[in-house]
């Protein structure tokens, strides 16, 4: 979880869940200040992820894990809430610390991979390496608990339930319960269970229904219910109307459902909220292919090839477009092009097989 150098300033902050400790509104205004963005959900330009604690309380450990794996694997840097607000100067840094994760992992027998996830959920009094003495006391209750039949969600659930997670070094915790969750975290030998809400809930009204109609119209979305999530991603856009994000997802539902023209607003509207928004113009591109304005769907096309120079997708696009508008040359060109950022795909093949049929057809035509 090594934060990237550079800093702030350029950087594109996603987030994964509600806030716990801080309003996001007004960690979006501090990054705002110091020059980087902060979006809701996660784009390709996306360079820090912060996991929200509030996703614990909806979403299971799998799902986090899987969440988790996807984001590091795109090359992304991870924050806890803890984390993020440290690298704003929203919260002060724990105490100098010089135990290595490596030395953390050896000391405690915590695995590595819970290590993480605790970290990712500030269990720990740091939020990465270097961690502290009182870090690796933590992770040697919290091994002991795993071992004893708790999930790291589990603890992560519990642990800010009872004050600052330094304080619970010097208290005794244990797992399970003749209540009948097998899992649940306890003080002073069973005694006490863990219970309550997260600490620094300092979010308004607004701050807690956005997050949750968010989240509700993701989930419409994936569900496939496009009319019920653009309702929900339009109520979003009522409380927050500069959600690009929002303004994407919705013009996707939109698309989805249909509804040609209102699509094409939101996603001209995602892009005047957001005129880096790369995945927005690739695709209102399509949506402009698939209406028969190529003049226009060749334009977005273009545009989204400049903003990101990686992404494949609107390069193999435009080369189809071309090849079926019967610019050979042109299509050939992109053809090739896409090879160059995708060399194994079945996307891959289409491209190589597009490049022969127009090598043959240009030596067709010399002949």
């Not at 205004?29 to 996991?51: C, D, I, K, M, N």
């Not at 809430?81 to 994760?101: C, D, Q, V, Y």
């Not at 303004?247 to 607003?265: D, K, Q, S, T, Y």
Request: charge should be negative; proline fraction near 3%; charged fraction near 25%.
């Amino acid at each position: 979880m090594t934060i990237p150098a550079g800093g702030i300033p350029g950087a594109v902050f996603g987030v994964v869940g509600a806030l716990a400790a801080f309003p996001l509104r007004l960690a979006a205004r501090e990054l705002a200040r110091q020059h980087g963005q902060l979006r809701r959900g996660v784009t390709r330009r996306t360079s820090h992820v912060v996991f929200g604690r509030m996703v614990l309380a909806k979403t299971d450990d799998a799902e986090i894990e899987r969440r988790a794996d996807v984001e590091r694997g795109a090359g992304r840097a991870l924050l806890s809430e803890n984390g993020f607000l440290r690298l704003l100067g929203l919260m002060k840094a724990p105490e100098a610390s010089a135990l290595s994760r490596q030395s953390l992992i050896d000391q405690s027998r915590l695995a590595a991979v819970d290590l993480d996830l605790l970290s990712l959920f500030d269990a720990f009094e740091h939020d990465r390496e270097p961690y502290s003495f009182r870090d690796l006391i933590l992770a040697r209750k919290y091994a002991g608990l795993i071992s004893g039949g708790a999930s790291w969600g589990a603890i992560a659930r519990s642990v800010h339930r009872s004050g600052p997670v330094a304080s619970l070094t010097a208290k005794s915790l244990a797992v399970g319960s003749a209540s009948g969750r097998p899992d649940a975290i306890y003080l002073e030998n069973g005694q006490s269970e863990l219970d309550g809400q997260l600490l620094f809930d300092l979010g308004t009204v607004d701050d807690d229904t956005l997050e949750e109609l968010f989240a509700e119209a993701e989930a419409a979305e994936e569900e496939g219910r496009h009319d019920d999530a653009a309702v929900l991603y339009q109520r979003c856009l009522s409380i927050d109307p500069s959600d690009a994000v929002a303004a994407f997802n919705r013009a996707n539902c939109l698309r989805g459902a249909g509804r040609v023209n209102e699509a094409a607003h939101d996603y001209a509207r995602a892009i005047k909220l957001d005129p880096g928004f790369v995945e927005a113009w690739f695709n209102l591109a399509g949506l402009m292919s698939d209406e028969g304005r190529v003049a226009s769907a060749r334009r977005h096309l273009v545009k989204a090839i400049t903003l990101d120079k990686t992404y494949a997708d609107p390069v193999f696009n435009l080369a189809r477009l071309e090849f079926a508008a019967g610019n050979l040359a042109e299509a050939r060109r992109n053809w090739v092009r896409y090879l160059e950022l995708d060399a194994d795909s079945e996307w891959a093949r289409m491209a190589a097989k597009g490049i022969q049929f127009v090598d043959l057809q240009m030596a067709r035509t010399a002949g």
